[in-house]
């Protein structure tokens, strides 16, 4: 019996040596899910903003705001984070100014995701002004 156990474990212990730790490892870490949180907004749709636009245009073109603070009531915040289940997260942000009920300004980081030049110009910007068209009179 001691005559078959030597040899099974000699064979054992050479092709677990064969292994590499690391490729052992990555293949018991479990699946990670892709997380994406809050609004996401594109360049197309921050595109279908126009200056003068009301409260109720905007939300209909970008859906409602994720943060509506009550201390800037003339300023709602769309931010949107994705964190892929390995590697780093991203985060976009848009904030929509008004004066009264109507859209002043829009600023933010917002990129269109098939622009990947420009995706990656984002990164390094964070912060830009978008300048929107005055609403024409139909």
């Not at 929509?96 to 009920?101: C, E």
Request: a positive charge.
């Amino acid at each position: 019996m001691r005559a078959l156990i030597l040899p099974a474990v000699v064979a054992v212990a050479g092709l677990v040596a064969g292994c590499s730790f690391t490729s052992l490892a990555d293949r018991l870490n479990p699946h990670r899910v892709d997380v994406r949180q809050g609004n996401y907004v594109d360049q197309e749709m921050v595109a279908r903003l126009k200056k003068g636009m009301t409260r109720e245009q905007v939300r209909f073109a970008l859906g409602t705001p994720l943060v509506t603070d009550v201390f800037h009531a003339d300023r709602w915040d769309y931010v949107y984070i994705f964190r892929p289940g390995r590697g780093e997260p991203q985060q976009r942000v848009l904030s929509v100014f008004f004066v009264g009920d109507k859209l002043e300004r829009v600023s933010g980081d917002v990129q269109s995701g098939d622009a990947s030049g420009a995706a990656a110009a984002a990164q390094t910007e964070r912060s830009r002004v978008i300048e929107i068209a005055p609403a024409t009179k139909q």
